[in-house]
C-alpha cells in the first residue's frame, strides 16, 4: 500500500482529543514514514527558558527563549526547529529544519543570520508505524499546510483558533467554542 507522508503538514485537533495531551493542539510532522510518524507541539509554550532545561553552555540569546513542550514523549529528549531563508532544501518544508544535537544548536546560536528563527522543544510527539495512519482514517485530525509564518511567527496561543477560521466557515464555530463545553 502506498505510504501517504504527511511531512511538512500540520495536525491540529478537530475537536475530538479533548482530555488528552492533544486538547487544542496543533503538531508540525517532521518525519512520517513506514516506520512511523515525529511531530512537534507548536502552540504549548512552557513558564521556563531554554537555559533553564538545558545545562549547556548556550548563547544567551537561546538561554532566554521560551522552551516549549513538543509533546508527550520523552520529555526530557530535546529537538528544535528553525527557518532561515539559507536552506531552501531542508527537510521538513522548504526553509524549515528539524534537529536533534545539542552542538548543532549551540552552532546555530553563535552563529549569527539576521533571517533565522529558532524554537527549542521538550519532549515530542511520537507515532508507531501505522498509528497516525489509523488516527487519519478516524479523523481524529485536521491537516493544513505548514508555512514559516504559522510555526515560528503566530502566538502559540492563537495559532489553533487562528488556522481554525482561514479553514472556513465550517471550523469557525469549533475555534470559537469555549474551552470547556461543560462549564456553560
Request: negative net charge; charged residues 20%.
Amino acid at each position: 500500500m502506498a505510504h501517504h507522508s504527511l511531512k511538512g503538514l500540520l495536525l491540529l485537533d478537530n475537536g475530538t482529543l479533548g482530555g488528552s495531551f492533544f486538547h487544542r493542539t496543533v503538531v508540525l510532522i517532521c518525519e512520517h514514514d513506514a516506520e512511523g510518524a515525529f511531530g512537534l507541539v507548536l502552540n504549548r509554550p512552557t513558564p521556563n527558558k531554554v537555559g533553564d532545561a538545558l545545562v549547556a553552555d548556550l548563547p544567551d540569546t537561546l538561554k532566554e527563549m521560551t522552551l516549549f513542550l513538543g509533546g508527550p514523549v520523552q520529555p526530557q529528549a530535546m529537538s528544535y526547529l528553525y527557518t532561515d531563508v539559507l536552506i531552501p532544501e531542508a527537510s521538513v518544508i522548504p526553509n524549515v529544519e528539524v534537529g536533534h544535537s545539542l552542538d548543532e544548536l549551540v552552532e546555530l546560536g553563535d552563529s549569527f543570520s539576521p533571517t533565522r528563527i529558532v524554537r527549542v522543544f521538550a519532549g515530542y510527539a511520537g507515532w508507531s508505524p501505522g498509528q497516525l495512519d489509523d488516527e487519519m482514517r478516524r479523523k481524529s485530525w485536521l491537516t493544513h499546510a505548514a508555512s514559516i509564518e504559522l510555526v515560528f511567527k503566530a502566538k502559540p496561543q492563537e495559532l489553533w483558533p487562528m488556522i481554525l477560521k482561514q479553514k472556513g466557515w465550517n471550523y469557525r464555530l469549533l475555534a470559537e467554542s469555549p474551552e470547556d463545553l461543560a462549564s456553560n
